[in-house]
């Protein structure tokens, strides 16, 4: 009798678990910033004591952490074992793909900051050839991916920089936090994690209107 009340109440919180569960994009600390039939850009915000709902990666992501050093825990019900991939210098950015098997979880903050994310799910399924990696000294070539290339871009003591037209689409996330006025393709990035998405076709020039280091995600849709 024992073993069969103890059989119903692992089944019913498994049976809980599973209802609950969302798509990443549904989930209410996931907040869909643009979608466009390339990307769907969620900004993620969690504040502190705060817990995310159990929900479902299940899309190619580019995750970008802009709150790194914000203790955070999570309940993990399933995922793949090794689908994550980032250089050991660059953990704050990094590609998943979960082609094998999705990623179902929650996530909860145990600071006192805010915790602060960038998920881009990568929706296209249509890839293009694109143009080779850029080759400038401010791009570091991060990772190489199906659906996506990504950079890390430092701006120290650089004016004003500017990239040709380019194959591929490009989204822009501001990774740091300063006085310094950004302006790309005439856009204002003001402070960490506006972005600017640039259509395929278009050239990329950044000025950069201080002297403090100002860094970026750099990312070019296939």
Not at 5 to 25: D, E, K, N
Not at 64 to 76: A, E, F, P, R
Not at 197 to 217: A, L, R, T, V, W
Request: glycine fraction near 6%; proline fraction near 5%.
């Amino acid at each position: 009798m024992k073993n069969l009340v103890r059989f119903i109440l692992v089944f019913s919180g498994l049976h809980s678990i599973c209802l609950a569960q969302v798509p990443v994009s549904k989930e209410p600390r996931h907040h869909n910033i643009l979608e466009n039939g390339h990307i769907r850009l969620l900004d993620v915000h969690i504040p502190p004591g705060d817990t995310t709902q159990i929900h479902i990666h299940a899309t190619p992501s580019v995750f970008v952490i802009l709150t790194n050093k914000v203790k955070v825990g999570s309940q993990v019900i399933s995922e793949e074992k090794r689908a994550r991939l980032n250089t050991g210098d660059n953990e704050n950015i990094w590609f998943e793909g979960f082609y094998k098997q999705p990623r179902i979880h929650r996530v909860w903050n145990i600071d006192t900051s805010e915790y602060h994310v960038m998920d881009i799910e990568l929706t296209n399924k249509n890839f293009i050839v694109i143009d080779s990696p850029i080759s400038q000294p401010a791009f570091n070539l991060l990772f190489d991916e199906k659906p996506v290339r990504a950079y890390r871009l430092s701006m120290l003591n650089i004016v004003k920089l500017t990239v040709p037209v380019r194959k591929a689409d490009i989204l822009v996330i501001r990774l740091t936090d300063s006085e310094n006025i950004i302006r790309v393709n005439g856009k204002s990035l003001l402070k960490m994690g506006d972005y600017i998405y640039i259509p395929s076709g278009k050239s990329f020039e950044i000025i950069n209107g201080g002297d403090s280091k100002n860094e970026f995600g750099f990312f070019e849709l296939k």
